[in-house]
């Protein structure tokens, strides 16, 4: 989202009247700094409990209005965690924090500082403190399972080095500008750049191997795109751990093998239907190829980017849109609180418009909370005929493997219609001269 406000500005920033997503954004950097304790440099992950536990109702099992929890259930202990959602902590005070954590928050904190840096310059410099400080504790020898969620197979993740990459590369663009707060840790750009390249590296060249969709678990391609903008700024030296090129060909990889899957896919469609997750990874397919294309200035993946697009607009099996409002035939019994309880069925206007869903899935898993209204009413599956081959999708409250919206589906497509407006992004906002950061490089490349 900052992203987008940044380098799309009449689409989604301070220039658009109508789309304008910089309080959002602002919204939700003011609920990280909760998590976040500068003074003590103590993170917090996580508010409330999803499920897996015994001898208490969590946020997955029962399914009430947010006001309602404050004395829900009134004394009974089973409802404790529902009054009083705990938060949960990442590590102790002071302590290392696992590296996909650190590498991602202080990227938007980071990105915070570029983009309120004018609009709310002490706002912007407690972003970039923060940021600093939660990129030294980043644990980058870590042991056992990566920190994303409770429970764990919630948001499972095994690869850290693109978040580290992608945290560098921004605090990076950020310490180029010449109005930075005082007492910083690190004031010299050219230790983000370095780092930023040597992450990469070992993205690149890692034991797991590179090439993925972007998404929650790994944000390589974005990265990779921010820190081609970066290493390609006019006076950036050579002699770094990765070349543009190299950034370039990991993002090609991932691209070249969906267009495989898409000549193969009667519908062009460039990820497995029945994997999960497939409305995702199409907004997300387009917007790395929108990405490569605008760092190549080529049409080389437009025409694929548009079948994309198209797969998650109706030109499916199933012939319905994936993002609640968009066409005439679009989810309408979305597996989430708010709207299911408020408004569920075939509203005028649809809650939660703009969401993105799911999709169709191999094997749809069910679970209707407590508490949830039916929908549809009357039961019907319309969408039954029109399954096979390995992919089930289903418009119904219940089947939240493939009706559930959630943030990080959603992100990617707001970002592919800014691009498919736009044409192009602006310029990143980056304004000090690069000679001190080309002379600090150029003396640590002849060191080492």
């Known amino acids: 989202m900052l992203v987008g406000v940044r380098d799309f500005p009449r689409q989604m920033g301070g220039d658009s009247s109508i789309f304008n997503f910089v309080k959002e954004a602002r919204f939700g950097l003011d609920w990280l700094q909760k998590m976040w304790n500068n003074d003590s440099a103590t993170l917090y992950y996580q508010v409330g409990i999803g499920s897996g536990n015994s001898g208490f109702e969590d946020d997955h099992t029962i399914w009430r209005l947010p006001q309602e929890d404050d004395s829900y259930g009134g004394s009974d202990a089973r409802y404790r965690y529902i009054r009083n959602r705990p938060v949960l902590l990442a590590a102790p005070a002071g302590s290392k924090v696992s590296p996909n954590l650190a590498g991602r928050l202080a990227a938007d904190f980071a990105l915070c500082f570029s983009v309120f840096r004018t609009r709310d310059p002490a706002y912007a410099n407690r972003c970039l403190h923060a940021a600093e400080h939660i990129f030294d504790l980043a644990d980058t020898s870590p042991q056992g399972e990566l920190l994303t969620a409770s429970p764990h197979d919630f948001y499972g993740e095994s690869e850290w080095r693109d978040d580290m990459e992608l945290g560098a590369t921004e605090l990076y663009l950020a310490t180029r500008n010449p109005d930075l707060p005082k007492d910083l840790p690190h004031r010299d750009p050219a230790f983000y750049l370095r780092q930023a390249t040597d992450w990469a590296a070992a993205y690149i060249h890692g034991e797991k191997g590179s090439g993925a969709i972007l998404g929650a678990a790994d944000v390589s391609g974005f990265a990779h795109y921010e820190l081609y903008r970066a290493m390609t700024i006019p006076g950036t030296p050579g002699g770094l751990a990765v070349a543009p090129a190299d950034?370039?060909?990991?993002?090609?990889?991932?691209?070249?093998?969906?267009?495989?899957?898409?000549?193969?896919?009667?519908?062009?469609?460039?990820?497995?239907?029945?994997?999960?997750?497939?409305?995702?990874?199409?907004?997300?397919?387009?917007?790395?190829?929108?990405?490569?294309?605008?760092?190549?200035?080529?049409?080389?993946?437009?025409?694929?980017?548009r079948q994309w697009i198209a797969n998650i607009l109706g030109s499916n099996a199933?012939?319905?849109?994936?993002?609640?409002?968009?066409?005439?035939?679009?989810?309408?019994?979305?597996?989430?609180?708010?709207?299911?309880?408020?408004?569920?069925?075939?509203?005028?206007?649809?809650?939660?418009?703009?969401?993105?869903?799911?999709?169709?899935?191999?094997?749809?898993?069910?679970?209707?909370?407590?508490?949830?209204?039916?929908?549809?009413?009357?039961?019907?599956?319309?969408?039954?005929?029109?399954?096979?081959?390995?992919?089930?999708?289903?418009?119904?409250?219940?089947?939240?493997?493939?009706?559930?919206?959630?943030?990080?589906?959603?992100?990617?497509?707001?970002?592919?219609?800014?691009?498919?407006t736009a044409g192009d992004p602006a310029d990143p906002p980056i304004r000090q001269p690069p000679g001190r950061v080309r002379q600090e490089i150029a003396a640590r490349t002849a060191w080492r």
């Not at 994997?275 to 025409?303: C, F, I, K, P």
């Not at 969401?355 to 508490?371: Q, R």
């Open 247 to 305: 950034l370039l060909s990991d993002i090609k990889k991932t691209l070249d093998h969906a267009v495989a899957l898409s000549e193969k896919d009667p519908f062009g469609f460039g990820a497995p239907w029945g994997a999960g997750d497939s409305a995702n990874h199409g907004a997300a397919l387009a917007v790395m190829a929108s990405e490569y294309d605008h760092l190549t200035r080529s049409r080389q993946y437009d025409a694929f980017t």
């Open 318 to 420: 199933w012939g319905t849109s994936f993002i609640v409002g968009d066409g005439t035939t679009f989810p309408r019994c979305i597996h989430h609180q708010v709207a299911n309880l408020h408004g569920a069925g075939n509203p005028r206007t649809p809650i939660l418009a703009g969401a993105l869903v799911e999709g169709p899935i191999e094997k749809p898993d069910s679970g209707a909370p407590h508490g949830a209204k039916a929908c549809p009413a009357n039961r019907e599956d319309p969408f039954s005929q029109f399954n096979g081959n390995g992919a089930v999708y289903k418009d119904n409250v219940a089947f939240y493997s493939t009706i559930e919206p959630a943030l990080d589906l959603t992100a990617p497509s707001f970002l592919i219609f800014a691009w498919r």
